[in-house]
């Protein structure tokens, strides 16, 4: 399943939605799944539809794995009926591509981006004339990201104007959809909603000197749009996570290419460190 957020312009301004992408549409869940309780009879249907599918994308993921399932239910009932379909309460249940605007797909709790390519590492290290050191193979490491400094998907990119040399990292993100503490790597995946696109910008000129005066990355990654995310989240069942296939362009010329396989270290890794004496929420990111 491919979980997106979607917003729908209305006479009272944009609504904002959590809806599922397939076969060319859009399926607004709670719209949808409102309808189905409707013919169970449930008096309250559309407000227990709300209720339980929220139009924010964290709040949905409280609700996991049970949020899944209803999804998953939701999207079936939506696909047998015609695209213009509406609810017994007036509200269109699917909409064209076209119809809607992608949102960033979920607003994080917290971003923790690890650092776990070995090439990626030692061309870093390189750069700076020094040697991979042996504890980096030991455990895999990350820094915090600043989750008010997000992008939109298809929206550019405002260059920061104390920076004279603006660089991608594209990245993987698993999206954390249970609470839970102290995880062990082969009970992970219970714990994973689902894989979305990151791109961690920043800005080379001031990392480097951040970097002189031993400070981890501040002002270097620390700017608006500096973060961006989507535009879905993707469950498990949809792609290998161990060897996502990976390639960016700018303005359509390919500049990079690359593939989870590549991994120093596994998704189930990263959320052992991640909870390790550290309790994680749904909505977390942990970025690769």
Known sequence: MKFVTFSIDTPAGALQR?????????????????????DSGVYAAQELAQETIPPDMVGFLSRWPLARRLAEDAGNFASKQPLDAMNPFGARISYRP???RLRIPLRPRRIKDYLVYEDHKKKSMERRGLQMPDLWYRMPTYTNRNICGLGE??????????????????????VVGKMGRNIHPQDADSYIAGYTIYNDFSARDIQADEGKVGAGAGKS?????????????????????????MTLRVNGEE??????????????????????????????????
Do not use: H
């Not at 959590?18 to 409707?38: I, K, M, P």
């Not at 550019?156 to 993100?173: C, N, R, T, V």
């Open 255 to 288: 500049w990079s290419r690359g593939s989870t396989s590549g991994m120093k270290f596994s998704w189930g890794q990263i959320v052992e460190n991640a909870s390790r004496d550290e309790t994680i929420y749904p909505g977390d990111v942990f970025a690769s």
């Open 153 to 174: 998907p298809d929206t550019d990119i405002m260059w920061p104007g104390y920076s004279k040399k603006l660089d991608f990292e594209f990245e993987i993100g698993i």
């Open 98 to 100: 076209n119809e809607i």
């Open 221 to 245: 990654k620390d700017f608006d749009q500096g973060n961006v995310l989507g535009p879905c989240i993707v469950t498990s069942d949809e792609i290998d996570p161990a060897n996502i296939a």
């Open 18 to 38: 959590v809806g599922l992408q397939f076969s060319g549409r859009v399926v607004d869940l709670a719209a949808a799944y409102a309808w189905q309780l409707r």
